[in-house]
């Protein structure tokens, strides 16, 4: 027997991009390009760059000065010099650490800016980018490079390159005063660097895998964690919470194994290098001791070379240190930047022109970018035109539109096949005209391609094959943005943000004022159910829609679509069962927001499709009957079919 699948946590297996390197060798493309957000804050960049050179010198400087006091005034007996050079020293000390705050502060207010700069890219990126994508890319993946990925960015855009000229620079200048204190003890302390370099490189190298690691197994506990919360009824509907819980354990307790495993290569690396440092502190004393106990150094002298070899191997370990930190933020940067110049698989055809609109508006249209608050609200229903005469393929009753005006767009489908993979077509020669102002109700099992008929309509994705024309012009010399600012969309899960309902009812129109909201929640019938609400329009909306009813939610959702007064709406009906009173409310409210507008509705009540000017019934992609229900009942065919076991299951009729 198959393993049983949990619900509502997906158990995640590796992905392919779970093996992208962790490390990557520096590469002057995407330095230039990091180097190049840093360039917009250029006057802190470049004060940045100062600081940090006076600083290489400042710090080797300060222990100059303090084996200068030990080698002479100390080692001469001269307490008056031994004073003053304790005071140039205190000054010296207190003007690099007051630089030494500033330094802090600008790299800090560096790293943040460009973070927020790569962050506020990303998030714009991601939502110009087509439902394809979204369906192709992994949630925790987008929410890993959004994170973690420009969080490694920022060590190495406020630490990697400041940090490693100062310590270079120390490195230099105390190699220097080696050299010319005693050359031959120089050369045994050169001969420690490999050794320290070799296990650094080892150990860092480790240090980044297992960091990186424990960064995606991070990553796939918080995807995880959202998507188990977010599916929370269907998990404790099906009893799957300990099913679930036992998963997430073993996410956990992975995401532990990698992080022991970092902090365990942590424990040995650096008792390594102290002891490797003791070990040749040792051979130094040896050998330094030898030469003071012939009398051919000064005790000074020895002691000056012990404080700068010192400064002369502690950058050696920070070194490493950054020098692995700019391997991992060089994958990291590679990956944002994938991301970022991740090209949509289709975009608007440059000679796509603005799809002229008919409604009323208070700004211009300037190549498919739309003013907010362009729209006045619709003319009240007695200013507007007549009802067209009929205009569906079949004579149909339009009552209840009766005082409409059809400012809806015309939308017709020449022949369309289309398939996600186009070699696996899903929608088969579908034909139909919706002419303005007119309901076409979708019907058929799932999988039947009503939902793919919406997504052409929407241009998220271009036909296959055939023509979807918008008022007579083909989709494809339409510009997205001109389209969806004349198109609306009340899906079935009523997506409603945290916040207020005003302000998810706002978001159909973000110029709109709470009057203009407050019209188009009266226009729908329903103001009183939202006043009955603690703070009415301004009830507090949980995240998801929590705290409102499936009415409620689905109200807000037509308020929203009906302040945007779209020409097209596309309705994906909710499923989820609702009492008659409800229901009744929810079939005035729906028919007042129809009113005029071409709209597609994926129909699951039999109320609504009753009201349909044209049902299509679809059939594994392919358009099998047309109609209206009473003629499609009178033919006795598949939607009659449909509608006897529509009846059986007790649909909402
Ligand atoms: N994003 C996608 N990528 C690949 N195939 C898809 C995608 N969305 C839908 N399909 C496939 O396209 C076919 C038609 O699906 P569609 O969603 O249009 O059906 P539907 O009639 O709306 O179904 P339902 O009533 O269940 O929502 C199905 O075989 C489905 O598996």
Not at 260 to 266: G, K, N, Y
Not at 341 to 369: N, Q, Y
Request: hydrophobic residues 45%; glycine residues 8%; contains cysteine.
């Amino acid at each position: 027997m198959p393993p049983r699948r949990p619900l509502a946590l997906v158990h995640r297996e590796r992905e392919p991009e779970d093996d992208d390197p962790v490390i990557k060798p520096l590469e002057w493309g995407l330095i230039r390009r990091l180097f190049g957000y840093m360039g917009r804050f250029a006057a802190k960049r470049n004060a940045l760059i100062a600081l940090t050179l006076l600083r290489s010198a400042q710090l080797p400087a300060l222990v100059w000065l303090a084996s200068r006091i030990i080698a002479g005034p100390i080692a001469n007996h001269e307490p008056r010099w031994v004073l003053w050079g304790v005071v140039s020293y205190l000054a010296l000390a207190v003007v690099t650490d007051g630089m030494f705050h500033f330094r802090q502060r600008f790299a800090l207010e560096l790293g943040e800016s460009v973070v927020g700069l790569l962050r506020s890219e990303l998030f714009a990126h991601l939502q110009r980018m087509p439902m394809a994508f979204f369906n192709r890319v992994k949630f925790g993946r987008i929410i890993s490079r959004v994170t973690s990925d420009v969080e490694t960015i920022r060590t190495a855009v406020q630490d990697v390159f400041f940090v490693g000229i100062v310590q270079l620079g120390q490195m230099l200048f105390a190699a220097a005063v080696m050299l010319w204190v005693d050359w031959v003890l120089f050369l045994v302390v050169l001969c420690m660097a490999p050794v320290l370099a070799l296990i650094n490189h080892h150990f860092r190298g480790k240090l980044s895998r297992d960091s990186r690691a424990a960064q995606e197994s991070f990553s796939r506990v918080t995807a995880t964690l959202a998507e188990s919360v977010g599916g929370i009824r269907v998990t404790q509907g099906f009893v799957r919470q300990d099913l679930n819980a036992g998963l997430f354990r073993n996410l956990l307790a992975d995401h532990s194994r990698y992080n022991i495993a970092l902090a365990r290569t942590s424990a040995v690396l650096v008792p390594l290098l102290e002891l490797n440092s003791q070990f040749f502190v040792s051979i130094l004393l040896v050998l330094g001791g030898w030469q003071v106990l012939q009398g051919q150094v000064d005790v000074g002298v020895l002691i000056q070379f012990f404080l700068f070899a010192g400064q002369f191997f502690s950058p050696l370990q920070v070194l490493g240190n950054q020098y692995n930190q700019a391997l991992v933020a060089m994958a990291s940067a590679e990956r944002v930047f994938r991301l970022l110049d991740a090209k949509p698989d289709w975009e608007d055809d440059p000679a796509a022109a603005d799809l002229p609109d008919p409604r009323p508006r208070r700004g211009e249209v300037t190549s498919g970018k739309y003013q907010e608050d362009e729209y006045e609200s619709p003319p009240p229903a007695a200013a507007r035109p007549p009802p067209a005469s009929s205009s569906c393929h079949l004579p149909l009753d339009t009552s209840h539109f009766s005082t409409s005006a059809p400012f809806g767009a015309e939308v017709e489908f020449r022949h369309v096949s289309f398939g996600y993979d186009p070699a696996h077509l899903v929608l088969r020669d579908v034909s139909f005209v919706a002419k303005p102002g007119r309901m076409i109700a979708l019907v058929g099992h799932t999988g039947s391609g009503k939902s793919s008929i919406i997504n052409l309509v929407a241009k998220f994705y271009l036909p296959t094959g055939g023509e979807v024309l918008v008022d007579g012009r083909e989709i494809r010399t339409i510009t997205s943005a001109s389209l969806h600012h004349q198109l609306g969309m009340v899906q079935q899960q009523n997506f409603l943000f945290s916040g207020t309902v005003l302000d998810n009812i706002r978001l159909g129109r973000p110029g709109a004022t709470d009057a203009e909201v407050r019209d188009a929640v009266e226009r729908l019938g329903c103001a009183d159910m939202f006043d009955a609400m603690p703070g009415g329009l301004l009830a507090t909306v949980g995240e998801r829609g929590g705290g409102l009813s499936s009415g409620q939610r689905q109200l807000a959702c037509f308020a929203r679509a009906m302040l945007a007064d779209p020409r097209i709406i596309i309705l994906d009906e909710a499923t989820s069962a609702i009492d008659a009173v409800t229901e009744a409310r929810l079939q005035s409210a729906l028919a007042v927001l129809l009113r005029g507008r071409t709209s597609f509705v994926v129909a699951h009540r039999l109320s609504t499709i009753r009201e349909a000017d044209l049902v299509l019934v679809l059939d594994a992609g392919r358009v099998v009957e047309r109609g209206a229900h009473a003629d499609l009942l009178y033919q006795n065919g598949e939607y009659a079919r449909l509608h006897r076991r529509f009846m059986r299951g007790g649909g909402n009729a």
